[in-house]
Structures are given as C-alpha cells and as structure tokens.
C-alpha cells in the first residue's frame, strides 16, 4: 500500500508511480517523514500551500522546494520557527521584521540572510545573539563596532575579569 510505505519512509514516494506522486493524501504523508519527499511530488503539489504547511513544520528546508509560496508569510514564518536556516529560501520575506525575527530566534546564525536593514537592526541582531553570541559577525558593520551591542559571552568575561586588569578594548 502506497499510503503505508510513504509514512514509514517518505522518500519511498520517489519510487512511486505519477499517480501517487499525484495524490495529495500521500504526498502529505511522505512530507511528514521526509523532507526531500516534496522533490517527488507533482509540482503542483509543491504549490499546495496545505502541503507546504506540513513539510515546513516537519523541517523548515522544505521551502526550497517550492517557488511560489516562498513569499507566502504564513509558510516561511513556520518554516523558520521549524529551522532558523529557512530564512535563506524566502526571498523577499527575508526583510520581513517578524519573518527574520521567528527566524533568529530559532537559530542565531539565521541573521546572515536577513535584509542588510535588519542586519542593521538592534532588536534583530538582539534575538539573534541571545540564540548565538558569536551571531553579531552577521550584523552590519555599524553594529559590530557598535559599542553597546554586547554579547552575553562578552558579559561573562567582562564580568570575570581580576580588578585591577585593563580590557580588551
């Protein structure tokens, strides 16, 4: 049963006849336990925004799968709560505030993709570094040299620094 092999492996879909690759009951199933089942399935498919839903909340990669409903707000948003690191697939979502923040707070390192305004914006770069410190190398160069953006790894060793010995600064 075509049903049974697909949500036990959803990469079996690839092994499918068009039919099954066609059916949207199966399809859903494969993207449930693979990401790359969506490669295999009928391209209309990979535009069906209920089927995009569930790969996207299975691995957020999924989007690259997809063309038209990259800049679907509602897909990429559970795109990146899934995997920070969709952000890269969601084309001009990628300067969407609440899109790029989802994201930063999945994965720090997600800010690389985010518009150059957003890599220039302090609460953004916030989230981002609350999720990985060392994400403010993603940040505009304003903001690195920003001396008020600090990292809770450069609190710490501030914080433990011996009196009486200079900063790194």
Known sequence: DALKAVEENGDMLMHLCTEWKCDREVVLAAVKSSVD????AAPELREDKEVLLAACAANGRALRYTQGLRTDKDVALVAVKQDGDALQFCGPLRGNKEVVIAACGQSGWALQYASD??????EVVNVAMQQEPKAIRCASEA???????????QESQQQQRPAGLPSNK
């Open 37 to 40: 089942a969506l490669l295999w």
């Open 117 to 122: 305004a957003l890599r220039d914006n302090k």
């Open 143 to 153: 903001l690195r040299s920003d001396p008020t953006m600090v990292g809770p790894q």
